[in-house]
Nanobody, 119 residues
C-alpha cells in the first residue's frame, strides 16, 4: 500500500528554521487538501497548515507568519517551511492528503517526524 513519507525533522535551536517534506512512496491520486498536523506529548493532534488544490492556504493562528505550506501537484508532495521556531513548536509532525483509492475518498497520513526546538 502506498504511504506518505515525511522527512526533514530534527533538533533546532529557538529562532531557527526547518523544512519538512512529504512525498508518497508510490503512485497516488490526490484529489483534495494536503497539509500538516502536529501532536505534542499529552496533547491532541492539531492542524498546523493546509494547502488546497487551487493553492489556497490555511494556518493555525500560532504559526501564522512563521510557517509556509506549499505543494507540488505534479509530484503530490507537500512542504512545510518553518521559521522563527519556538519551544512550543516541539511535536511530532504528520502530513495528510485526501486521496482517491479504489473508488473511495480516503485520508492518508504519514508516520510522523519529530521536531524538537530546544537550546
Amino acid at each position: 500500500q502506498v504511504q506518505l513519507v515525511e522527512s526533514g525533522g530534527g533538533l533546532v535551536q529557538p529562532g531557527g528554521s526547518l523544512r519538512l517534506s512529504c512525498a508518497p512512496s508510490g503512485d497516488i491520486v490526490v484529489i483534495g487538501a494536503m497539509g500538516w498536523y502536529r501532536q505534542a506529548p499529552g496533547k491532541q493532534r492539531e492542524l498546523v497548515a493546509t494547502v488546497f488544490t487551487g493553492g489556497r492556504t490555511n494556518y493555525a493562528d500560532s504559526v501564522k507568519g512563521r510557517f509556509t505550506v506549499s505543494r507540488d501537484n505534479a509530484k503530490n508532495t507537500v512542504t512545510l517551511q518553518m521559521s522563527s521556531l519556538k519551544p512550543e513548536d516541539t511535536a511530532v509532525y504528520y502530513c495528510k492528503a485526501t486521496v482517491l483509492s479504489g473508488g473511495r475518498v480516503l485520508d492518508y497520513w504519514g508516520q510522523g517526524t519529530q521536531v524538537t526546538v530546544s537550546s
